[in-house]
């Protein structure tokens, strides 16, 4: 007799990609609620005096002998932490160096971070994205915990009665009844599929579940006309 239940660690691969995945939604959740409106509030409080200063961004950005640069002593001034997105924004508005003293190119650049500090940190479609990104990390995280679910209670059984167990279905199925077996994804994936007389096909992976090399020793040893050509069950 042969046996095949639940590959424990397939359960716990895909129970650990559930985990991540609710992992993944507890974060966007929290940026979303807490952490991305946070930032926006610091934002506020810091506008006006962003807004009074004319600087360029590198001005901004640079520190001398590793002091805290003039963003950072700004934020600071208001009873904050610079926020790393705002220092990102900044960055990317930096002019090259053949273009510091051109004057259009300043004016443009001044444009630039005028707007940077007008507009909140995270927009709001920002914070539309982590509740989007929130429900389809938990919907993914349930749906991987539900196929393990699943599949624990099946079991796969093969002897000289037949084929049974809740994996084949609710009655045992005879060996002379299997019209045809894929053997195609068996050697790389350890899958076989089996088609019945009457138009009923089985899934037999390997990978889900241990012990199907067993099974399907012992479907061929019942049915060796069926048996691959070209592959080996060793």
Request: hydrophobic share 40%; net charge negative; with cysteine.
């Given at each position: 007799?042969?046996e095949?239940?639940?590959?424990?660690?397939?359960?716990?691969?895909?129970?650990?990609?559930?985990?991540?995945?609710?992992?993944?939604?507890?974060?966007?959740?929290?940026?979303?609620?807490?952490?991305?409106?946070q930032?926006?509030?610091?934002m506020?409080?810091?506008?006006?005096?962003?807004l009074?200063?004319?600087?360029?961004?590198s001005?901004?950005?640079?520190?001398?002998?590793?002091?805290a640069?003039?963003?950072?002593?700004?934020?600071t001034?208001?009873?904050?932490?610079?926020?790393?997105?705002?220092?990102?924004?900044?960055?990317?508005?930096?002019?090259?160096?053949?273009?510091?003293?051109?004057?259009?190119?300043?004016?443009?650049?001044?444009?630039?971070?005028?707007?940077?500090?007008?507009?909140?940190?995270?927009?709001?479609?920002?914070?539309?994205?982590?509740w989007?990104?929130?429900?389809?990390?938990?919907?993914?995280?349930?749906?991987?915990?539900?196929?393990?679910?699943?599949?624990?209670?099946?079991?796969f059984?093969?002897?000289?009665?037949?084929?049974?167990?809740?994996?084949f279905?609710?009655?045992?199925?005879?060996?002379?009844?299997?019209?045809?077996?894929?053997?195609?994804?068996?050697?790389?994936k350890?899958?076989?599929?089996?088609?019945?007389?009457?138009?009923?096909?089985?899934?037999?992976?390997?990978?889900?579940?241990?012990?199907?090399?067993?099974?399907a020793?012992?479907?061929?040893?019942?049915r060796?006309d069926?048996?691959?050509?070209?592959?080996?069950?060793?």
């Amino acid at each position: 007799m042969a046996e095949a239940k639940l590959n424990h660690n397939y359960a716990i691969r895909l129970g650990c990609v559930g985990m991540a995945m609710i992992g993944i939604c507890v974060w966007s959740l929290y940026d979303g609620m807490k952490g991305w409106p946070q930032a926006n509030a610091v934002m506020d409080d810091a506008r006006p005096l962003l807004l009074a200063v004319n600087l360029t961004a590198s001005a901004w950005l640079d520190s001398d002998d590793g002091d805290a640069n003039a963003l950072d002593r700004l934020f600071t001034e208001v009873g904050h932490k610079t926020p790393s997105k705002l220092i990102r924004k900044i960055s990317e508005t930096q002019l090259p160096k053949e273009k510091a003293n051109d004057t259009k190119s300043l004016e443009q650049h001044a444009q630039h971070l005028k707007a940077i500090f007008e507009a909140p940190i995270y927009s709001e479609g920002d914070l539309q994205t982590q509740w989007w990104q929130a429900g389809v990390a938990a919907l993914l995280g349930v749906l991987a915990w539900i196929t393990v679910a699943r599949k624990i209670p099946k079991r796969f059984v093969a002897d000289d009665n037949g084929m049974s167990g809740t994996g084949f279905g609710a009655q045992v199925l005879a060996y002379e009844d299997i019209s045809e077996i894929n053997w195609a994804k068996w050697d790389e994936k350890g899958i076989i599929v089996l088609t019945f007389k009457s138009g009923k096909t089985v899934r037999l992976d390997g990978w889900h579940f241990s012990g199907m090399t067993g099974i399907a020793d012992e479907i061929t040893k019942h049915r060796p006309d069926l048996a691959p050509k070209t592959s080996s069950l060793q």
